[in-house]
């Protein structure tokens, strides 16, 4: 029985699966079955930082998994003290406390958490809770049902009604909407500074400071989810630097890049206080208000201290920059018009496709159509909506690697059937 065959046999059919079965990677290569070698910009969708099978990584995954793999976090073991200090000290350079889950959808729905138990210490002027969270169209926050429901794609809802109450949805980008959408029930504001699977859409500067002011003046949480953007894809530790390097936020979610393949997401609250008490936003998570089993063991804090500190200590953040200009030179340099731009920041970057010259099949996407094409022709990259699709390669990728994913896409467009 192949591959193929097993799962349809045995596995959920919650993906559109692409007819790839990988076996093998190394860097930025990645071998499937059949001995065929692709040049992979897909990176289990921005989650393997260093690329596949790192030394690194793997030496610290190898030594840990001889000491100690799990413990409940009913015992403080090392590692994740240090993984947090690691973190706090050296990306995102703020006082703050942090809890280790498993997934970015965990992640928020910790953030979540977080802002009913902020309204619940800071009502409103009635006496009753705010429990609400704005977040935006085109967002994507997760699968868990909480996370759902703060995304902002009704395609990613659909069939799962009734879903959680307290999230509303308004215009990515739009000061007036948001000024005028906020209520007396609204807690906090969660946004991506950028949008990835949505279409890769950035947050302006403009947006997010204001975004930052009204937080202040309707005491309001400013939640970032970084769990695509964060550590060093977009060009800093953290995205939101990139766009308004003073927004101080008061909770952020990763998860994806910051283990380099095992599952790990965190999320962390500020120090700030939030009464004239000198209570801290990040002790308002006590004992027994949140939990997880396997979050932050030390297997999987070993090898994320493994890829965080590489990428500080090898500045691949400064290296994501720099393969942006040549990404974004080359492709200019082409000048078709099947690209209509190139959105983006560092190596979280969204090629965009007029889909009017694109031939597309029934039940198919122009994203669909060039990203198939493209692996057959030995490059793997995602699609992020429609009509675009993305380079999300490790953060240490060269630039001959950056040269060969470039050649493919340029042949791959100039032989597509075009209208």
């Given at each position: 029985m192949t591959t193929p065959e097993?799962?349809?046999?045995?596995?959920?059919?919650?993906?559109?699966?692409?007819?790839?079965?990988?076996v093998r990677g190394t860097g930025c290569r990645l071998w499937d079955e059949a001995g065929k070698s692709y040049l992979d910009f897909c990176m289990g969708i921005a989650v393997c930082s260093l690329g596949h099978c790192h030394p690194r990584l793997v030496?610290?995954?190898?030594?840990?998994?001889?000491?100690?793999?799990?413990?409940?976090?009913l015992y403080q073991h090392?590692?994740?003290?240090?993984?947090?200090?690691?973190?706090?000290?050296?990306?995102?350079?703020?006082?703050?406390?942090?809890?280790?889950?498993?997934?970015?959808?965990?992640?928020?729905?910790?953030?979540?958490?977080?802002?009913?138990?902020?309204?619940?210490?800071?009502?409103?002027?009635?006496?009753?809770?705010r429990y609400e969270v704005i977040t935006f169209l085109q967002s994507f926050h997760g699968r868990t049902l909480g996370a759902m429901s703060a995304t902002g794609q009704a395609k990613i809802q659909e069939g799962f009604d009734p879903l959680l109450p307290g999230f509303r949805h308004l215009p990515f980008n739009d000061i007036e909407a948001l000024e005028n959408g906020i209520r007396p029930e609204t807690a906090a504001i969660l946004l991506e500074p950028i949008q990835g699977e949505g279409g890769v859409n950035m947050a302006t500067p403009e947006f997010l400071r204001a975004v930052a002011e009204l937080c202040k003046k309707h005491d309001l949480l400013l939640f970032f989810d970084e769990v695509q953007a964060g550590f060093g894809r977009c060009g800093d530790a953290m995205a939101w630097r990139m766009i308004a390097p003073e927004i101080q936020p008061d909770g952020i979610s990763w998860a994806k890049g910051m283990g380099g393949g095992?599952?790990?997401?965190?999320?962390?609250?500020?120090?700030?206080?939030?009464?004239?008490?000198?209570?801290?936003?990040?002790?308002?998570?006590?004992?027994?208000?949140h939990g997880s089993t396997y979050g932050g063991n030390p297997l999987v804090c070993a090898a994320s201290l493994a890829v965080l500190k590489e990428i500080r200590e090898k500045e691949l953040a400064v290296n994501a920059l720099l393969m942006e200009v040549r990404i974004r030179e080359t492709v200019k340099s082409w000048n078709l018009p099947?690209?209509?731009?190139?959105?983006?920041?560092?190596?979280?970057?969204?090629?965009?496709?007029?889909?009017?010259?694109?031939?597309?099949?029934?039940?198919k996407t122009a994203a669909l159509v060039v990203v198939s094409k493209l692996m057959e022709h030995g490059l793997i990259v995602p699609p992020a909506g429609p009509n675009t699709f993305r380079l999300l390669p490790p953060l240490n990728v060269t630039e001959a690697e950056v040269d060969e994913a470039l050649a493919i896409i340029k042949m791959t467009l100039d032989r597509i059937n075009i209208i």
């Open positions: 097993r799962y349809t046999k045995h596995v959920l059919p919650t993906y559109g699966r692409f007819p790839l079965v990988p030496e610290a995954i190898r030594v840990q998994a001889g000491e100690l793999m799990h413990v409940s976090n090392p590692l994740q003290a240090e993984l947090a200090e690691e973190i706090n000290t050296h990306h995102v350079k703020l006082p703050g406390k942090i809890f280790f889950s498993n997934s970015g959808a965990e992640a928020n729905d910790g953030l979540i958490k977080s802002a009913r138990r902020f309204g619940l210490k800071r009502p409103q002027s009635d006496g009753s809770q095992v599952p790990i997401g965190a999320f962390w609250l500020n120090d700030r206080t939030v009464d004239a008490d000198g209570t801290p936003l990040s002790s308002l998570m006590g004992p027994g208000s099947v690209i209509t731009e190139v959105r983006g920041q560092g190596l979280l970057l969204g090629v965009a496709l007029d889909s009017s010259l694109i031939a597309v099949p029934e039940g």
